[in-house]
């Protein structure tokens, strides 16, 4: 092709809708109206949707501007780059290059945005899916895949793959979905998984052992999260993949299935972790692959680098082995923590005295505390400890059994709460958007550039929001919150599902409202580099989950984080080039100075 370049024409189909639009893409292509040759048709196959056909497309980019659900994506890429293809999906479909190369008795990580390709990679590394190495309608066979990958280490794996030899068990990314087709109690699930005979064990230390007799349907996400992961590594297998162990767990849970992972490793065996938590995967991984690209276009894997360097890598947005630019800016942690109060007044209309809180049989004991303007207020603790039922008391969803929340004036809470559901939502997702501030769906704002166009919300403006998916449903959530003129801003686990970029583009966007508008946000988290990322305070919420949990007041985020991570027993420092919070590996020599000194989160 000329220019030494390939072409990669993607249409999203869900999203392309040629009855609303009649086919301006296929009417307006220079190419179309030569009459000679097409490079964009209807086909009657897929329901008179369009097909680009990229050898004649010359790229001019103008069925992707005509098009107005944004379904088009068309993107020039280096010739050299299409030997290194390894699976597409369809015609017009997203396209991955190269594979990540695991190693026995290491754990590789793998992290980049959300629909760059991670999931399938895995997938192809499990043997789940059989690489096309972009050929859709000639698809190889696996002597040829094989062949392509003469002389590399991926030879040997994907030949131990095709031939069966290969045994590998793999978590999966969605757990919420895989409820609906488990059936049973936890403890025969986990008796028919168990062949290494060590279940039993797993299951006294992830706490499972205590709902054994409970049905799997009527489990939390957490516990279905912990009863997966025990159940991979009860396998006796040679592969273990886990994508996104983190999600639905606190991090006290992140930490205890981190090292088990960690001391379940064996030397010939495979491990391989998808991970959005930055301080897991840090913890988890010997190497990382970053995946880059454009979601749902393309996505390319990158040479495995040692853990710290991919991470800071992936966070400065330059790799020096490909010699690539991933992201304009680099993301910094700030390298001090704060150690006062900010010089401003106090919100004059929200503080609380010592809160007594009963829901059932559980009680929640807060101390006193007040919010600043331009504060962020991070809240911390166990799953079932009562982070969430001290929101609701705060947004006065909750009444206190003892004590009060001091109204002094009227103000807005904008409130996203921990689960979200499609049917409190109606309309599409540009209608939600617009309702909730007219800004966020206005091109030019930055509303619309700094939070909805990095969240990607914009090219779901026509999609119903009944149609979305469970992360793109957080994503609406999280920018309709904080799109709302508010006066304090309320985020129950804003990171769920999010990517490490989303996570960080929530955290900016929440900085810069406070700071900004002179408000106020409460942010209950368990992800620890966000939290840190975002706030200026912490409440330690600590006790016996499901039963008692006492609330600290607001405390400087490094004395609230030493209470914190104390109860935990983990260790946190600085890494010296991005500021970003990474974990002492349990015993190493950091891990006994810290301790030994009472700092656990060093800077």
Known sequence: MAGGATRIAVIDYDSCKP???????IVFCPINRTGKTKAIEAKPELKNKPVIY???CIGCGICVRKC??????????PSELEEDAVHRYGVNGFKLYKLPVPKRGQVLG????????KTTAIKILAGEIKPNLGRVENPPDWDEIIRKFRGSELQNYLKSIADRKLRVAHKIQYVDLLAKYLKGTVGELLEKADERGVANEFARE???DKIKDRSVKKISGGELQKLLIAAVLSKDADVYIFDEPSSYLDVRERIRVSKIIRREMKENKYYIVVEHDLAVL???????????????VYGIVSVPYGVRNGINYFLDGFLPTENMRIRKEPIRFRAYTPTQEKETKPIPYLEWSDLEVRRGSFRLLAEPGKIFKGEVIGIVGPNGIGKTTLVNTIAGKIKPSNGYVAVLGDYKISYKPQYIKSEDYQGTVYDVLRNANPQAVAPGSWLYIELVKKLRLDRLFDRQVSDLSGGELQKLAVAQTLAMEADIYLLDEPSAYLDVEERLTVAKTIRRLTETREVAAFVVEHDVVLEDYVSDKLIVILGEPGYEGRASQPLPLREGMNMFLRDLGVTFRRDPDTGRPRVNKEGSYLDRMQKAKGEYYYE
Do not use: M, Q, R, W
Not at 68 to 77: E, G, Q, T, W
């Open 19 to 25: 009855t609303k639009c009649h086919h301006e893409c």
């Open 54 to 56: 990229e050898d004649t």
């Open 68 to 77: 107005p659900f944004k379904a088009i994506s068309i993107v020039n890429l």
């Open 110 to 117: 793998l992290i980049g945005k959300n629909g760059t390709g």
């Open 206 to 208: 992830l706490g499972l």
């Open 282 to 296: 840090d913890y988890l991984s010997d190497n990382v692959s970053i995946i880059y690209g454009e979601p749902g």
